[in-house]
C-alpha cells in the first residue's frame, strides 16, 4: 500500500482538529463525526484538550483512501505547544495548512509555516470557514500571499458565499462538486452556468501563473495556448514538491464540504517517501536497506510506555533488537502499535515510510535514533526551543517530595520543551516551559494523572545579559603550580557587542604562533563557560564578539585545561567591566475585540509596557497587533475578558528579547 505521511498545521481555532476528525470519519476510520465542542473528537482525547477546547498533544492517527494510507498528525495551534509541532515536522513528508477564510493567515499560521519551510516539508492549503459571515477565498488567498511569501494557486473556486456555500469548482477538472445539507458526499455535477465564465477566467490566470513557474507547463502553453488537465496536475504536484508554490483549496470542515477533495489533493500533490531525498544520513526508504527510525515522541500509559518512531528505512518486526545510537544501549522490541490517538492495533511489523508506536524500548528520548545494530547511524534529532518561562513547585505534603521528582522527570522526558532544575540559591524544584499555559497544562497533569498537589509560584520569566559597551585589552594570567605539572596560561582579550542576530562569536587575531591553534580553541571553550552566567544577576549571556589578541605559553606548564581556564575567567572578567544590559523576552500580541472596547484594551497595553505596531477596524471587530514584555502578560486572559465582556480573544508569538527598564528584577 503506497503511504502519505502528513501533518495539519494551523492557527489555533482554525479547525484543524476538525478537519481531521472529517478525514477519519470520511475514510471510515470513525463511524461518527467528532465535534470540538462536543468533546468527541478522537485526537483531542486528553480530558485537558476537552475541557480547554484546544490541542495541547500532537495525535498520530491512520485511514486508507483511495488505495494509500494516510498517516496524519494533529498539531496544536497554540503557541506554547510549538515544540509539538517542531516534533512532528521533523518526522513528516507533508502537509496541510488550514486558514480561516475570515481571519486568513493569523499569527500561529505564519509561525508554523515557517517552521515548515525551516524542515522543507511541502504543503497544500485548506482555506477553512468558507460558511462563516465575511468569509471571502479570495481575501485569504491574499493574505497567504502577502504574508507568507509564497505563490498560492487557488485550484477551486466557491460555489455560493457565507451560508450559501454549497459546494466547489475543481478548476482542473473544470467540474463543480456540490454538497446538499447533511449529505456525506458531494454531486459531481457541470459547472454551473452563472460561474462558468469565472471558472474560465480563473482557469486560464491558473495555467499562466503555473506556465510561469513550471518549464514544461511553459512548453505545452505556449505551442497549445493552454493546459490540458494532465499536464496542469503533473505541474502542480511538481511545484508542491520543490515548494515553489502551494495549492489552495476551500471548503467547511464543520459542515463537511470540501473534505473529499482534499484527500485527493493530499495523494495527488503531496510526496510518499519514495518521492524524497535520502535523510541526512544517506538512509534510503527502502524497506530491504538496514533498519533506521527517529523517536520523534516519548509517551507514559496506563499500560506502559509507548515510544512514536518514524520508520525512515529498512523493516522492523516484533521481537527485533535495536540499537539507540543516542544512548548507545540495545532495546528490544516487544510490541508494534499502529496508533489511532489514544487507541492502538497490534501490526506485526512496519516498514520503511511507516509512523508507529513500540513498546520495549525504557530508555530512548525524543530525537533518538533506533537502528539495526550492525548498521549504526545518528539522524538528526528535532531542536528544541528554550524555555522562557518559570514557575517554583513545591510538594504540599513532604511525603510526596520523591514521588513530585519522579513525576516531573517523567514530565519532561515526555516533552523535552519542559525544563526541571532546582535553585541553586533557595533550593526550590523550578520548572520551565515556553509560555504560561504551557506550564498550567504540565502542573494540572502532575494533578490529575499523578495525584499530586502542588504549590505553585508565580511565574517567572527567563532574562538574558548582553553587553552595550565592552572592554579592549584585557589581560588575564592563570598560574597555578602546587607539585607535579603546574598550569600556565596568558591570554588579552577584547569584547565588544555583537551584530544583530548574533548570539555569540569568537575570533582570534593572535600571529606568529604565540598561542597554539589548539589552545585558541580551548579559549574559546572557556569563553563559552563564562556565557553561562553573567554579571547583573547570573542569567545567561547573549550578543557578544570576543576577540583573542594575544597571549603567551610556557614550555612545560601550558595545556588546553590552562587555556580553557583562562578563557573562563578572562572573559568574566572583561563583563564585569564591561556596561551591560539585561534583556527581558518580548512577545508579538495580537488581540481581537469588539470595536467598542479598543479604548480600554490600547489603554491597557500601554500599561503593560506595550508598543502598538498595527491596528485595524473590520466589520465592527478591532485587530490591534503589539509588542509586549512577556511578563506583562501573565493574567492578561482573564482581564481581556473583564475589559470586553468576554467577547475579545488575543494570540502570542515569540518577538525574541529587548532590553529591560533599569530596576527591572532579575
Not at 470520511?26 to 485526537?43: C, F, I, P, Q
Not at 460558511?131 to 493574505?143: E, F, K, Q, W, Y
Not at 455535477?189 to 511553459?218: G, Q, S
Amino acid at each position: 500500500m503506497r503511504v502519505r505521511n502528513l501533518g495539519i498545521l494551523a492557527h489555533v481555532d482554525a479547525g484543524k482538529t476538525t478537519v481531521t476528525e472529517r478525514f477519519l470519519y470520511l475514510t471510515g476510520a470513525t463511524h461518527k463525526r467528532g465535534e470540538v465542542h462536543d468533546g468527541t473528537t478522537v485526537t483531542d482525547f486528553d480530558p485537558q484538550e476537552r475541557d480547554r477546547g484546544i490541542t495541547i498533544f500532537a495525535a498520530a492517527v491512520s485511514c486508507d483512501w483511495a488505495g494509500h494510507r494516510v498517516n496524519l498528525i494533529d498539531t496544536p495551534g497554540h503557541v506554547d505547544f510549538s515544540d509539538e509541532v517542531e516534533r512532528s515536522l521533523r518526522v513528516l513528508d507533508g502537509a496541510v495548512a488550514v486558514f480561516d477564510a475570515v481571519a486568513g493567515v493569523e499569527p500561529q499560521s505564519e509561525t508554523v509555516w515557517r517552521q515548515a519551510d525551516r524542515h522543507g516539508v511541502p504543503r497544500i492549503a485548506f482555506v477553512n470557514k468558507l460558511d462563516r459571515a465575511g468569509a471571502d477565498l479570495d481575501t485569504a488567498v491574499a493574505s497567504i500571499r502577502d504574508r507568507l511569501g509564497t505563490v498560492p494557486l487557488a485550484v477551486q473556486l466557491p460555489v455560493g458565499r457565507e451560508d450559501g456555500f454549497t459546494g466547489v469548482v475543481d478548476l482542473v477538472a473544470m467540474r463543480a462538486y456540490v454538497w446538499a445539507d447533511g449529505a456525506d458526499t458531494y454531486t459531481e455535477r457541470p459547472v454551473p452556468e452563472d460561474l462558468r465564465d469565472e471558472a474560465r477566467h480563473r482557469r486560464r490566470r491558473l495555467e499562466e501563473t503555473v506556465a510561469e513557474l513550471h518549464p514544461n507547463a511553459l512548453e505545452e502553453f505556449c505551442g497549445e495556448d493552454a493546459l490540458s488537465g494532465e499536464t496542469l496536475a503533473s505541474a502542480l504536484r511538481d511545484l508542491t514538491l520543490s515548494g515553489d508554490a502551494v495549492v489552495v483549496l476551500c471548503g467547511s470542515a464543520y459542515r463537511n464540504r470540501g473534505i473529499e477533495p482534499l484527500l485527493d489533493a493530499v495523494v495527488a500533490y503531496l510526496p510518499a517517501p519514495s518521492d524524497l531525498p535520502p535523510v541526512r544520513g544517506e538512509v534510503p526508504a527502502d524497506p530491504t536497506a538496514p533498519f533506521t527510525a527517529l523517536a520523534f515522541k516519548v509517551n507514559a500509559t496506563a499500560t506502559g510506555r509507548l515510544t512514536y518512531l518514524r520508520v525512515y528505512a529498512g523493516t522492523l518486526r516484533k521481537g527485533d533488537t535495536v540499537l539507540d545510537t543516542t544512548a548507545g544501549r540495545t532495546e528490544r522490541i516487544s510490541r508494534i502499535l499502529r496508533v489511532q490517538a489514544d487507541r492502538a492495533t497490534e501490526a506485526d511489523e512496519a516498514r520503511a515510510g511507516d509512523i508507529v508506536a513500540v513498546v520495549g524500548p525504557k530508555a530512548a528520548r525524543a530525537g533518538a535514533t533506533l537502528c539495526a545494530p550492525g548498521a549504526p547511524v545518528v539522524l538528526e534529532p528535532p531542536t528544541t526551543a528554550d524555555p522562557v518561562v518559570s514557575v517554583a513547585l513545591e510538594a504540599r505534603r513532604s511525603t510526596d517530595t520523591g514521588r513530585l521528582a519522579t513525576a516531573l522527570a517523567r514530565l519532561s522526558e515526555e516533552d523535552p520543551s519542559l525544563v526541571v532544575r532546582s535553585d541553586p540559591e533557595t533550593g526550590q524544584t523550578v520548572l520551565s516551559g515556553l509560555g504560561e499555559l504551557h506550564l498550567e497544562v504540565a502542573v494540572e497533569k502532575l494533578r490529575r494523572d499523578r495525584g499530586l498537589e502542588v504549590t505553585v509560584g508565580r511565574p517567572r520569566v527567563a532574562y538574558r545579559e548582553t553587553v552595550s559597551k565592552g572592554v579592549s585589552g584585557l589581560l588575564h594570567r592563570h598560574v597555578k603550580q602546587d607539585g607535579g605539572a603546574g598550569q600556565f596560561a596568558h591570554v588579552v582579550i577584547d569584547v565588544e557587542p555583537a551584530r544583530d542576530g548574533e548570539e555569540f562569536l569568537f575570533a582570534s587575531t593572535v600571529t606568529g604562533g604565540r598561542v597554539p591553534q589548539e589552545y585558541v580553541r580551548a579559549v574559546e571553550a572557556g569563553c563559552r563557560d563564562a556565557l553561562v552566567e553573567g554579571p547583573l544577576g547570573g542569567h545567561p549571556v547573549t550578543g557578544v564578539r570576543v576577540t583573542l589578541t594575544d597571549g603567551a605559553t610556557h614550555p612545560k606548564d601550558s595545556s588546553e585545561m590552562a587555556f580553557r581556564t583562562a578563557g573562563r575567567f578572562a572573559l568574566r572578567e572583561a563583563l564585569r567591566a564591561s556596561v551591560m544590559t539585561l534583556l527581558e523576552p518580548v512577545a508579538e500580541v495580537t488581540v481581537t475585540v469588539p470595536a467598542e472596547s479598543v479604548g480600554a484594551v490600547l489603554g491597557d497595553l500601554a500599561a503593560r509596557r506595550g508598543r502598538v505596531t498595527d491596528q485595524a477596524t473590520r466589520s465592527g471587530t478591532a485587530v490591534v497587533e503589539a509588542t509586549v514584555p512577556l511578563a506583562e502578560l501573565f493574567g492578561y486572559a482573564n482581564r481581556l475578558r473583564g475589559r470586553t465582556q468576554g467577547r475579545g480573544t488575543f494570540t502570542t508569538r515569540p518577538a525574541g528579547y529587548a532590553p529591560a527598564p533599569a530596576g527591572q528584577a532579575g
